[in-house]
């Protein structure tokens, strides 16, 4: 089983800041996805990357994937109280007979305080 | 376009009995997978279903289990509950090829007491 390590675990930071959340394995997964969970809800997919290297912007959330698909990022510019949430990666794992299953890091609870 | 749904939203069960959660996943989605997901261990995987049949199993005892309907509808059972299946039990749907995404849906909070 691969294991995702995501840091940092807790960030509390002032609108208009800038964060980054970082999401490591030492494994390669085959696509790396970045969710958002408010509580009570599911998570929420943000974005999929697939290929090393690709870069992915939405809006004033920016998203890397590692040259080597073990890793990966999520920069927030200026964040806003609107972002606050739960913060999940999660490593895509093909099987054998083509199923499919998420390795999730641990998350990262962002608060953004107004 | 509605979205995964999963019955009930809360449940409170006793020691030693069983549950049934149930997930209706997104029209044309084929795969469905469950996840557990607690404060202590954070989101793990149950097993993905896709046509009916199970593709893939995560690392939980035999008292869990699923299964799917030929209409991609999913239900999965715990039987002889322990405090420790208290947890928010989570439906994702896909179309079941390719590197897409998941959708969940909104989760069942089981509580064991």
């Known amino acids: 089983t691969q294991l995702l390590e995501q840091s940092p675990q807790f960030l509390s930071i002032q609108e208009g800041e800038n964060l980054t959340v970082y999401c490591n394995s030492s494994?390669?997964?085959?696509?790396l996805q970045w969710y958002r969970q408010e509580p009570g809800e599911g998570p929420v997919l943000l974005v999929t990357v697939v290929t090393g290297g690709e870069v992915k912007k939405l809006k004033r959330l920016t998203f890397q994937f590692g040259d080597a698909r073990k890793d990966s990022s999520l920069h927030i510019t200026a964040a806003q109280p609107g972002d606050t949430g739960l913060y999940l990666c999660a490593g895509a794992e093909r099987s054998n007979n083509a199923g499919n299953m998420l390795t999730f890091g641990g998350g990262t609870r962002l608060m953004v305080k107004p | 376009k509605a979205g995964v749904t999963q019955t009930p939203r809360y449940l409170i069960k006793t020691r030693g009995q069983q549950v049934t959660l149930s997930c209706s996943p997104i029209?044309?989605?084929?795969?469905v997978s469950w996840y557990q997901q607690t404060p202590g261990q954070g989101l793990q995987f149950l097993f993905e279903y896709f046509s009916e049949t199970q593709r893939n199993k995560g690392n939980f005892p035999g008292r869990f289990s699923g299964r799917q309907f030929s209409n991609s509808r999913s239900e999965m059972n715990v039987s002889t509950l322990e405090l420790g299946d208290s947890a928010l039990y989570l439906c994702?749907?896909?179309?079941?090829?390719?590197?897409?995404?998941?959708?969940f849906g909104s989760g069942t909070r089981l509580t064991v007491v």
């Open positions: 994702a749907s896909r179309t079941g090829t390719g590197n897409f995404g998941y959708t």
């Open positions: 029209s044309g989605h084929r795969s």
């Open positions: 494994s390669v997964f085959s696509s």
